[in-house]
């Protein structure tokens, strides 16, 4: 659904993204504030027009900034890993396995978001009536007061992937003691609440507001597929739970003895393949990776010595042990990455983000 993004800084190490889409929404929020500060305050000139319209752009955008800020630190203040915060065309979204530390922590990291932005509402309110009513800059103040309780209250609603939807799931997970039933119920009133959005959004674009009418139906399409994702996620996270290695594993590539030379493996494995990693095996024990790059480093000195001169300790590869749990397997190999399958040391195969994909997609029941 995105383009590309650019990371525009780390806080706390938390890296902090732009997406492509958010560029088109922030020229159009200044360019309607300029517009509207034009009509509206007909004797400020253009350029002081301009700048006060970029500045009520910059404290809207830095308020939905401020709310994933809100969502990130509170799950580093619980422990948990946050993987980046990214602006968006509708908004922001903070990514970090909140779901790690049970339902308290994971309820406390959603409500947090729209709570800061009710308090920031709360501010710019105060900011307003305690500027000149009739000047353009309480009336940004203003504004953006009301952006920010708007974004409170919708994110309140109580439906995935909603702020107010991970809300519910924690709740009912907690009173229920049954995970899976609060992102169950959650998943569904999240698509209740899409389709009420989507049917209202496309009323109102036939009763003549178009603009407004097919903003609110593309939302309410995004939260219909979002939250009906996140119904498949439970399937998939059971049966993650109960999948072996063993399952999804493909055989290995062929390995390469320690003690053949450097110009031989060239020859016999590596040339054709100069993109792969080889795995070496000495006694029957896995005991690294060979590469083109590796074996050419060594080689260009002396063709003639063996492999386990030139070879990528283990240490710098990524191995799983055979009866790791899936899911524990899936969350350290991350997308595009492989790893080799050990049993004691002994090779028995490969694990890619591919062939997990691949085994989530094949033997899902529709
Ligand atoms: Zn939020």
């Known amino acids: 659904m995105f383009g590309r993004s650019w990371r525009i800084g780390t806080i706390w190490g938390i890296p902090v993204n732009i997406d492509s889409s958010w560029i088109w929404i922030a020229v159009l929020v200044t360019y309607s504030l300029w517009a509207q500060f034009n009509v509206e305050y007909g004797n400020i000139r253009g350029g002081t027009a301009l700048a006060l319209a970029v500045f009520a752009a910059a404290l809207f955008f830095g308020s939905v900034f401020l709310h994933e800020v809100a969502h990130a630190v509170a799950a580093r203040l619980h422990g948990i890993k946050v993987f980046g915060i990214t602006l968006v065309v509708f908004g922001g979204f903070t990514s970090a396995r909140s779901d790690e530390k049970g339902p308290g922590p994971a309820f406390v990291i959603s409500a947090v978001g729209p709570l800061t932005s009710l308090a920031l509402g709360a501010l710019f309110w ?3 009536v305690s500027t000149d009513a009739s000047g353009p800059l309480s009336a940004s103040f203003g504004y953006v007061g009301w952006v920010n309780l708007l974004m409170a209250g919708f ?3 109580p439906g995935l992937p ?4 991970r809300m519910l799931e924690a709740a009912v997970w907690r009173i ?5 039933l609060g992102t169950r119920i959650a998943a569904w009133s999240g698509m209740g609440l899409g389709s009420l959005l989507l049917a209202g959004g496309l009323l109102q674009a036939i009763r003549g507001d178009l603009f407004l ?10 939260i219909f597929q979002s939250a009906r994702a996140a119904e498949g996620q439970i399937e998939l996270r059971r049966r993650l739970a109960q999948a072996t290695v063993t399952e999804v594993m493909e055989p290995p590539p062929p390995p390469v003895p320690a003690d053949l030379s450097l110009s031989e493996a060239l020859d016999r494995y590596l040339r ?4 792969e990693a080889f795995p070496v095996v000495d006694d029957g024990r896995v005991i690294g990776m060979l590469t083109f790059g590796s074996a050419r480093d060594v080689g260009m000195v002396d063709p003639l010595r063996p492999v386990r001169d030139a070879v990528i300790p283990l240490t710098q590869v990524l191995t799983v042990d055979v009866s790791e749990p899936l899911e524990q397997v899936v969350a350290r190999l991350g997308p595009g990455r492989s790893a080799l399958v050990l049993d004691d040391g002994r090779l028995v195969g490969a694990i890619t ?3 997990v994909a691949r085994w989530a997609a094949g033997r899902r029941r529709f």
């Open 213 to 222: 009418g097919l903003w609110l139906a593309i939302i309410g399409m995004f």
């Open 155 to 157: 994110n309140f609603l």
């Open 126 to 128: 105060v900011l307003s």
């Open 353 to 355: 983000g591919g062939a």
């Open 162 to 165: 909603l702020d107010g939807g």
């Open 176 to 180: 229920s003691r049954n995970h899976e």
């Open 272 to 275: 054709g393949h100069e993109g």
